[in-house]
């Protein structure tokens, strides 16, 4: 008899736990759990100051050659119109499964080139090898943050800083993983973020998805119970950067510092299960407590009349208005002929509208010059004589400081919003204003202030991406935000292919070749080109600091032209059609 009733209670608890096991895989939280960790290995982008130097020395390429390839990166890396129309058309699992053969594709054919496994491929092979495996960005970042703003539509400013976070602290993580698996071998670099991502995507196909927008009481303190986790473990990484940019690591200690790194950020997890074990313990509660069904069926008379008299007429009007009385807009219709500023835009409005040609002008500007600055980091710092170990702490800093630059302006944006409606272009303004510091120390070589240069231009670059992404959100509605918050990404490589390649580069090869001449050097075929001090960038920089000014002006214009908006409710809808739905 006892036997039988352990038995019985041991079947009935490995049935509970496997029901709460299914009901986590499947909640709401996995899936934003699952959305965090793509988008951690999705910042491969960020790290071409590491492996840059790999692409030039052995493919002999000029400094003019090499922007040209960050240019193509930044392109394929912010070009997201194809991924976000075909989030369009289906589910979130088939963008993230073009993600994943794209990365792989891209990063492994640049792989085998600079280790010399295939011939050396053309300019033009090399071009679109590492645009595709930079496009590959887009689709994970439109698969998992689409899908969870749409999921998360009156914390979308939250949603975006701590997704958009973790892209820029991928850098910093997947250095850790690199000097963990191998060591200091920077080209192995490239194949580790050929694979890695891809894994990830892979296991995580079918958790990303739409799911019934639900708000919760506790939503805003799991959000930012998740962000103290993040910070804890971007605190990690800053202490990890300081003490390897000081100290000897061998491949041991890598080993336990992204075994570290990993358990912190697979941490989140707990405050998952714990909110997901709430949830799924009320709703027990709820179907096995006989009270409450027997009040739910013994309800007096009259007031089930009185909604029968309110329900058919609640259901058909909200049905019928959907399906009926509102036919649904097609993206092409009526271009010049906007809805209010916060309802749906179709597609063609939205390119049409007057709000964002100017936010693509200020993207121009402002993420082309911090961009630059990014990809030139490894031979900025070169160029002023920093040791090659401290390349590697910039690249580092930008990450981190990226992540912390995304969170920051996601969050804190979402907070002034809510309590002073403190509107999102006029803080986009002063990121704006404070990157031009950092081209200034960049343009004057101050002595050792590269290290804060990095701080800057990470956190500036890192701050726009939220509030861009949130603007376009709230000002053109979300029904073709798959597409187009692609938009506004896809503003970034116009201007770095005028900063960085036109620009920058142009002039680091002329001064090179003036330092050659000095030297009475000629310049050999396939020789690349080496410049050293502080007038290799000076000019350059200077110029991206007035460029990024002009964009200051014109976010002014946005912030005077939305300034009524900001102060309206601009989610009052979502509350509407939460308690609808409910």
């Known amino acids: ?31 934003v759990f699952a959305s965090l960790l793509i988008m951690s290995m999705s910042g491969a982008t960020y790290m071409f100051g590491l492996y840059s130097e790999d692409i030039k020395t052995s493919l002999g390429y000029d400094q003019t050659t090499l922007n040209l390839l960050g240019f193509f990166k930044d392109l394929g890396g912010n070009i997201g119109i194809m991924s976000g129309i075909i989030n369009e058309m289906t589910p979130p699992w088939v963008v993230l499964s073009f993600g994943v053969i794209m990365n792989f594709f891209g990063y492994f054919m640049i792989w085998l080139a600079v280790t010399g ?10 071009c679109l090898y590492i645009c595709i495996g930079a496009n590959s960005q887009t689709f994970s970042n439109t698969g998992a943050m689409v899908t969870c703003v749409k999921n998360f539509p009156e914390s979308r400013g939250i949603v975006i800083g701590l997704l958009k976070g973790f892209v820029g602290l991928s850098g910093a993580i997947i250095t850790q993983l690199y000097h963990a698996f191998y ?42 119970n998740l962000l103290y986790v993040s910070l804890s473990l971007a605190g990690f990484l800053m202490i990890l950067i300081i003490l390897q940019n000081r100290l000897h690591f061998p491949r041991a200690a890598y080993v336990g510092s992204a075994s570290i790194v990993m358990i912190l950020f697979f941490s989140q997890l707990a405050v998952i299960i714990k909110e997901e074990f ?9 179907l096995n407590n006989p009270i409450q069904l027997k009040v739910v069926s013994e309800l007096p008379n009259p007031p089930p009349v009185e909604d029968k008299e309110i329900e058919p007429q609640a259901q058909p009007t909200r049905g019928d208005e959907e399906k009926h009385e509102k036919p649904p807009v097609s993206w092409w219709s009526n271009p010049f002929k906007p809805p209010e500023r916060g309802e749906d835009y179709n597609i063609l409005q939205a390119i049409f509208s007057l709000d964002m040609i100017i936010l693509f002008t200020v993207t121009t500007f402002g993420v082309g010059g911090t961009l630059t600055a990014i990809d030139n980091l490894g031979q900025i710092g070169k160029s002023l004589g920093y040791p090659s170990k401290s390349i590697t702490t910039f690249v580092s800093l930008v990450s981190i400081w990226n992540y912390l630059g995304r969170v920051a302006s996601g969050f804190a944006s979402e907070i002034f919003l ?4 403190f509107p999102r272009p006029l803080m986009l303004t002063l990121v704006l204003l404070i990157s031009c510091t950092g081209h200034l120390l960049i343009a004057f070589g101050v002595p050792n202030s590269l290290y804060l240069s990095s701080v800057i231009m990470g956190f500036c670059f890192g701050a726009q991406w939220p509030l861009i992404f949130a603007i376009i959100s709230e000002l053109f ?26 620009i920058t580069g142009y002039l680091y090869d002329k001064e090179a070749m003036k330092q050659m001449a000095a030297k009475g050097l000629v310049r050999k075929e396939g020789q690349d080109l080496t410049c050293t001090g502080v007038e290799c960038y000076k000019l350059a920089f200077l110029i991206i600091m007035a460029a990024t000014l002009v964009g200051c002006l014109v976010s002014v214009i946005l912030v005077l032209r939305t300034r009524k908006f900001y102060r309206s409710d601009i989610y009052k809808k979502f509350r509407e059609q939460t308690n609808g739905q409910e």
């Not at 008899?1 to 009901?23: D, T, Y």
């Not at 709430?278 to 709820?286: D, F, G, I, L």
């Not at 509605?477 to 970034?492: D, Q, R």
């Open 1 to 31: 008899m006892v036997a039988g009733e352990l038995s019985s209670s041991s079947s009935g608890g490995w049935r509970a736990m496997g029901s709460f096991s299914f009901h986590v895989l499947n909640s709401r939280w996995f899936m």
């Open 117 to 126: 496994r295939t011939a050396k491929p053309h300019v033009w092979k090399m």
């Open 183 to 224: 060591g200091n071998d920077s080209k192995s670099l490239i194949f580790l973020i050929g694979w890695l991502p891809a894994a990830v995507s892979c296991i995580f196909l079918r958790t990303v998805r739409l799911m019934k927008v639900v708000r919760q009481e506790t939503e805003l303190k799991i959000f930012y």
């Open 278 to 286: 709430n949830v799924w313990k009320s709703k027990r509660q709820e």
């Open 418 to 421: 809510e309590k002073y409606k």
């Open 477 to 502: 509605g979300l029904k073709y935000y798959s597409t187009l918050f692609t938009l506004g990404g896809g503003a970034s490589p116009l201007g770095a292919y005028i900063l960085n390649v036109r």
